[in-house]
């Protein structure tokens, strides 16, 4: 079962310093994975067993999530992984803005809250601001992988990485969904969607040469920017 934190409630508004990677890491110059709504972190733990010569990072809204998950890495012992209590949409973007040029290799946005109701959708973590962040951030050639079991969340991210003519698909991936996760690790959302015979919408982006532009949002009309009401 899902469980739905509203990121824009009064106390995910709060702005959050983050680490930078040089606090984090012991070798910080180490290629970075950033994964977003990293959850209870068990994917992100075999990443970082399975690509040791890359720097791991989770960032959750869910701090119970993150203490566990902490707790997972500091038994396993790993260097190259960290986990951060953090709302993506926002304190990410300045953060971003602040990583060395070069560094963030792979973004991965697996399985996000659906948040199905269109009032809602100001709540869903891919908002324009960070998909530009993310796209100053990533040099030429970095990956963003984006998974989802619900067409209807994944369709509005795959128009959105598209519109902002920073991204582009890998000739040879099939369109529209890629057929398998070109990672060597599944997470434990889509090792039960696959179990139960569902699909799951897989795409892959590298970040080309292009420049980065302002990226508008068609909801800023008729959404607040902040909630009072979970």
């Not at 369709?155 to 991936?173: H, I, L, N, T, Y």
């Not at 969607?193 to 800023?220: E, I, K, S």
Request: aromatic share 6%; charged share 20%; net charge neutral.
């Amino acid at each position: 079962m899902r469980q739905h934190v509203n990121p824009l409630s009064v106390i995910y508004q709060q702005p959050l310093a983050l680490p930078s990677p040089a606090e984090l890491f012991a070798e910080p110059c180490l290629p970075l994975h950033l994964d977003i709504g990293a959850a209870r972190g068990r994917f992100l733990l075999a990443m970082a067993e399975h690509c040791p010569n890359r720097n791991h990072l989770g960032i959750e809204i869910r701090r119970p999530l993150v203490v566990a998950a902490e707790a997972d890495r500091q038994a396993a012992g790993l260097p190259n992984l960290r986990y951060l209590f953090g709302n993506a949409s926002l304190n990410l973007v300045e953060w971003l803005q602040d990583l060395p040029a070069g560094l963030l290799q792979l973004v991965t946005l697996q399985f996000p809250d659906p948040w199905f109701k269109s009032r809602h959708h100001k709540r869903r973590v891919l908002q324009p601001a960070l998909l530009r962040s993310l796209a100053l951030a990533m040099p030429p050639g970095g990956t963003l992988l984006m998974q989802s079991d619900v067409l209807a969340v994944i369709k509005p991210m795959v128009a959105q990485v598209e519109a902002s003519g920073c991204f582009e698909r890998p000739c040879s991936d099939p369109f529209p969904w890629l057929e398998t996760n070109p990672l060597a690790v599944p997470t434990e959302r889509e090792r039960l969607v696959l179990a139960q015979g569902l699909p799951v919408y897989r795409v892959r982006y590298h970040r080309h040469h292009g420049p980065v532009v302002a990226l508008a949002d068609p909801q800023d009309a008729h959404n607040p920017s902040v909630e009072t009401k979970a």
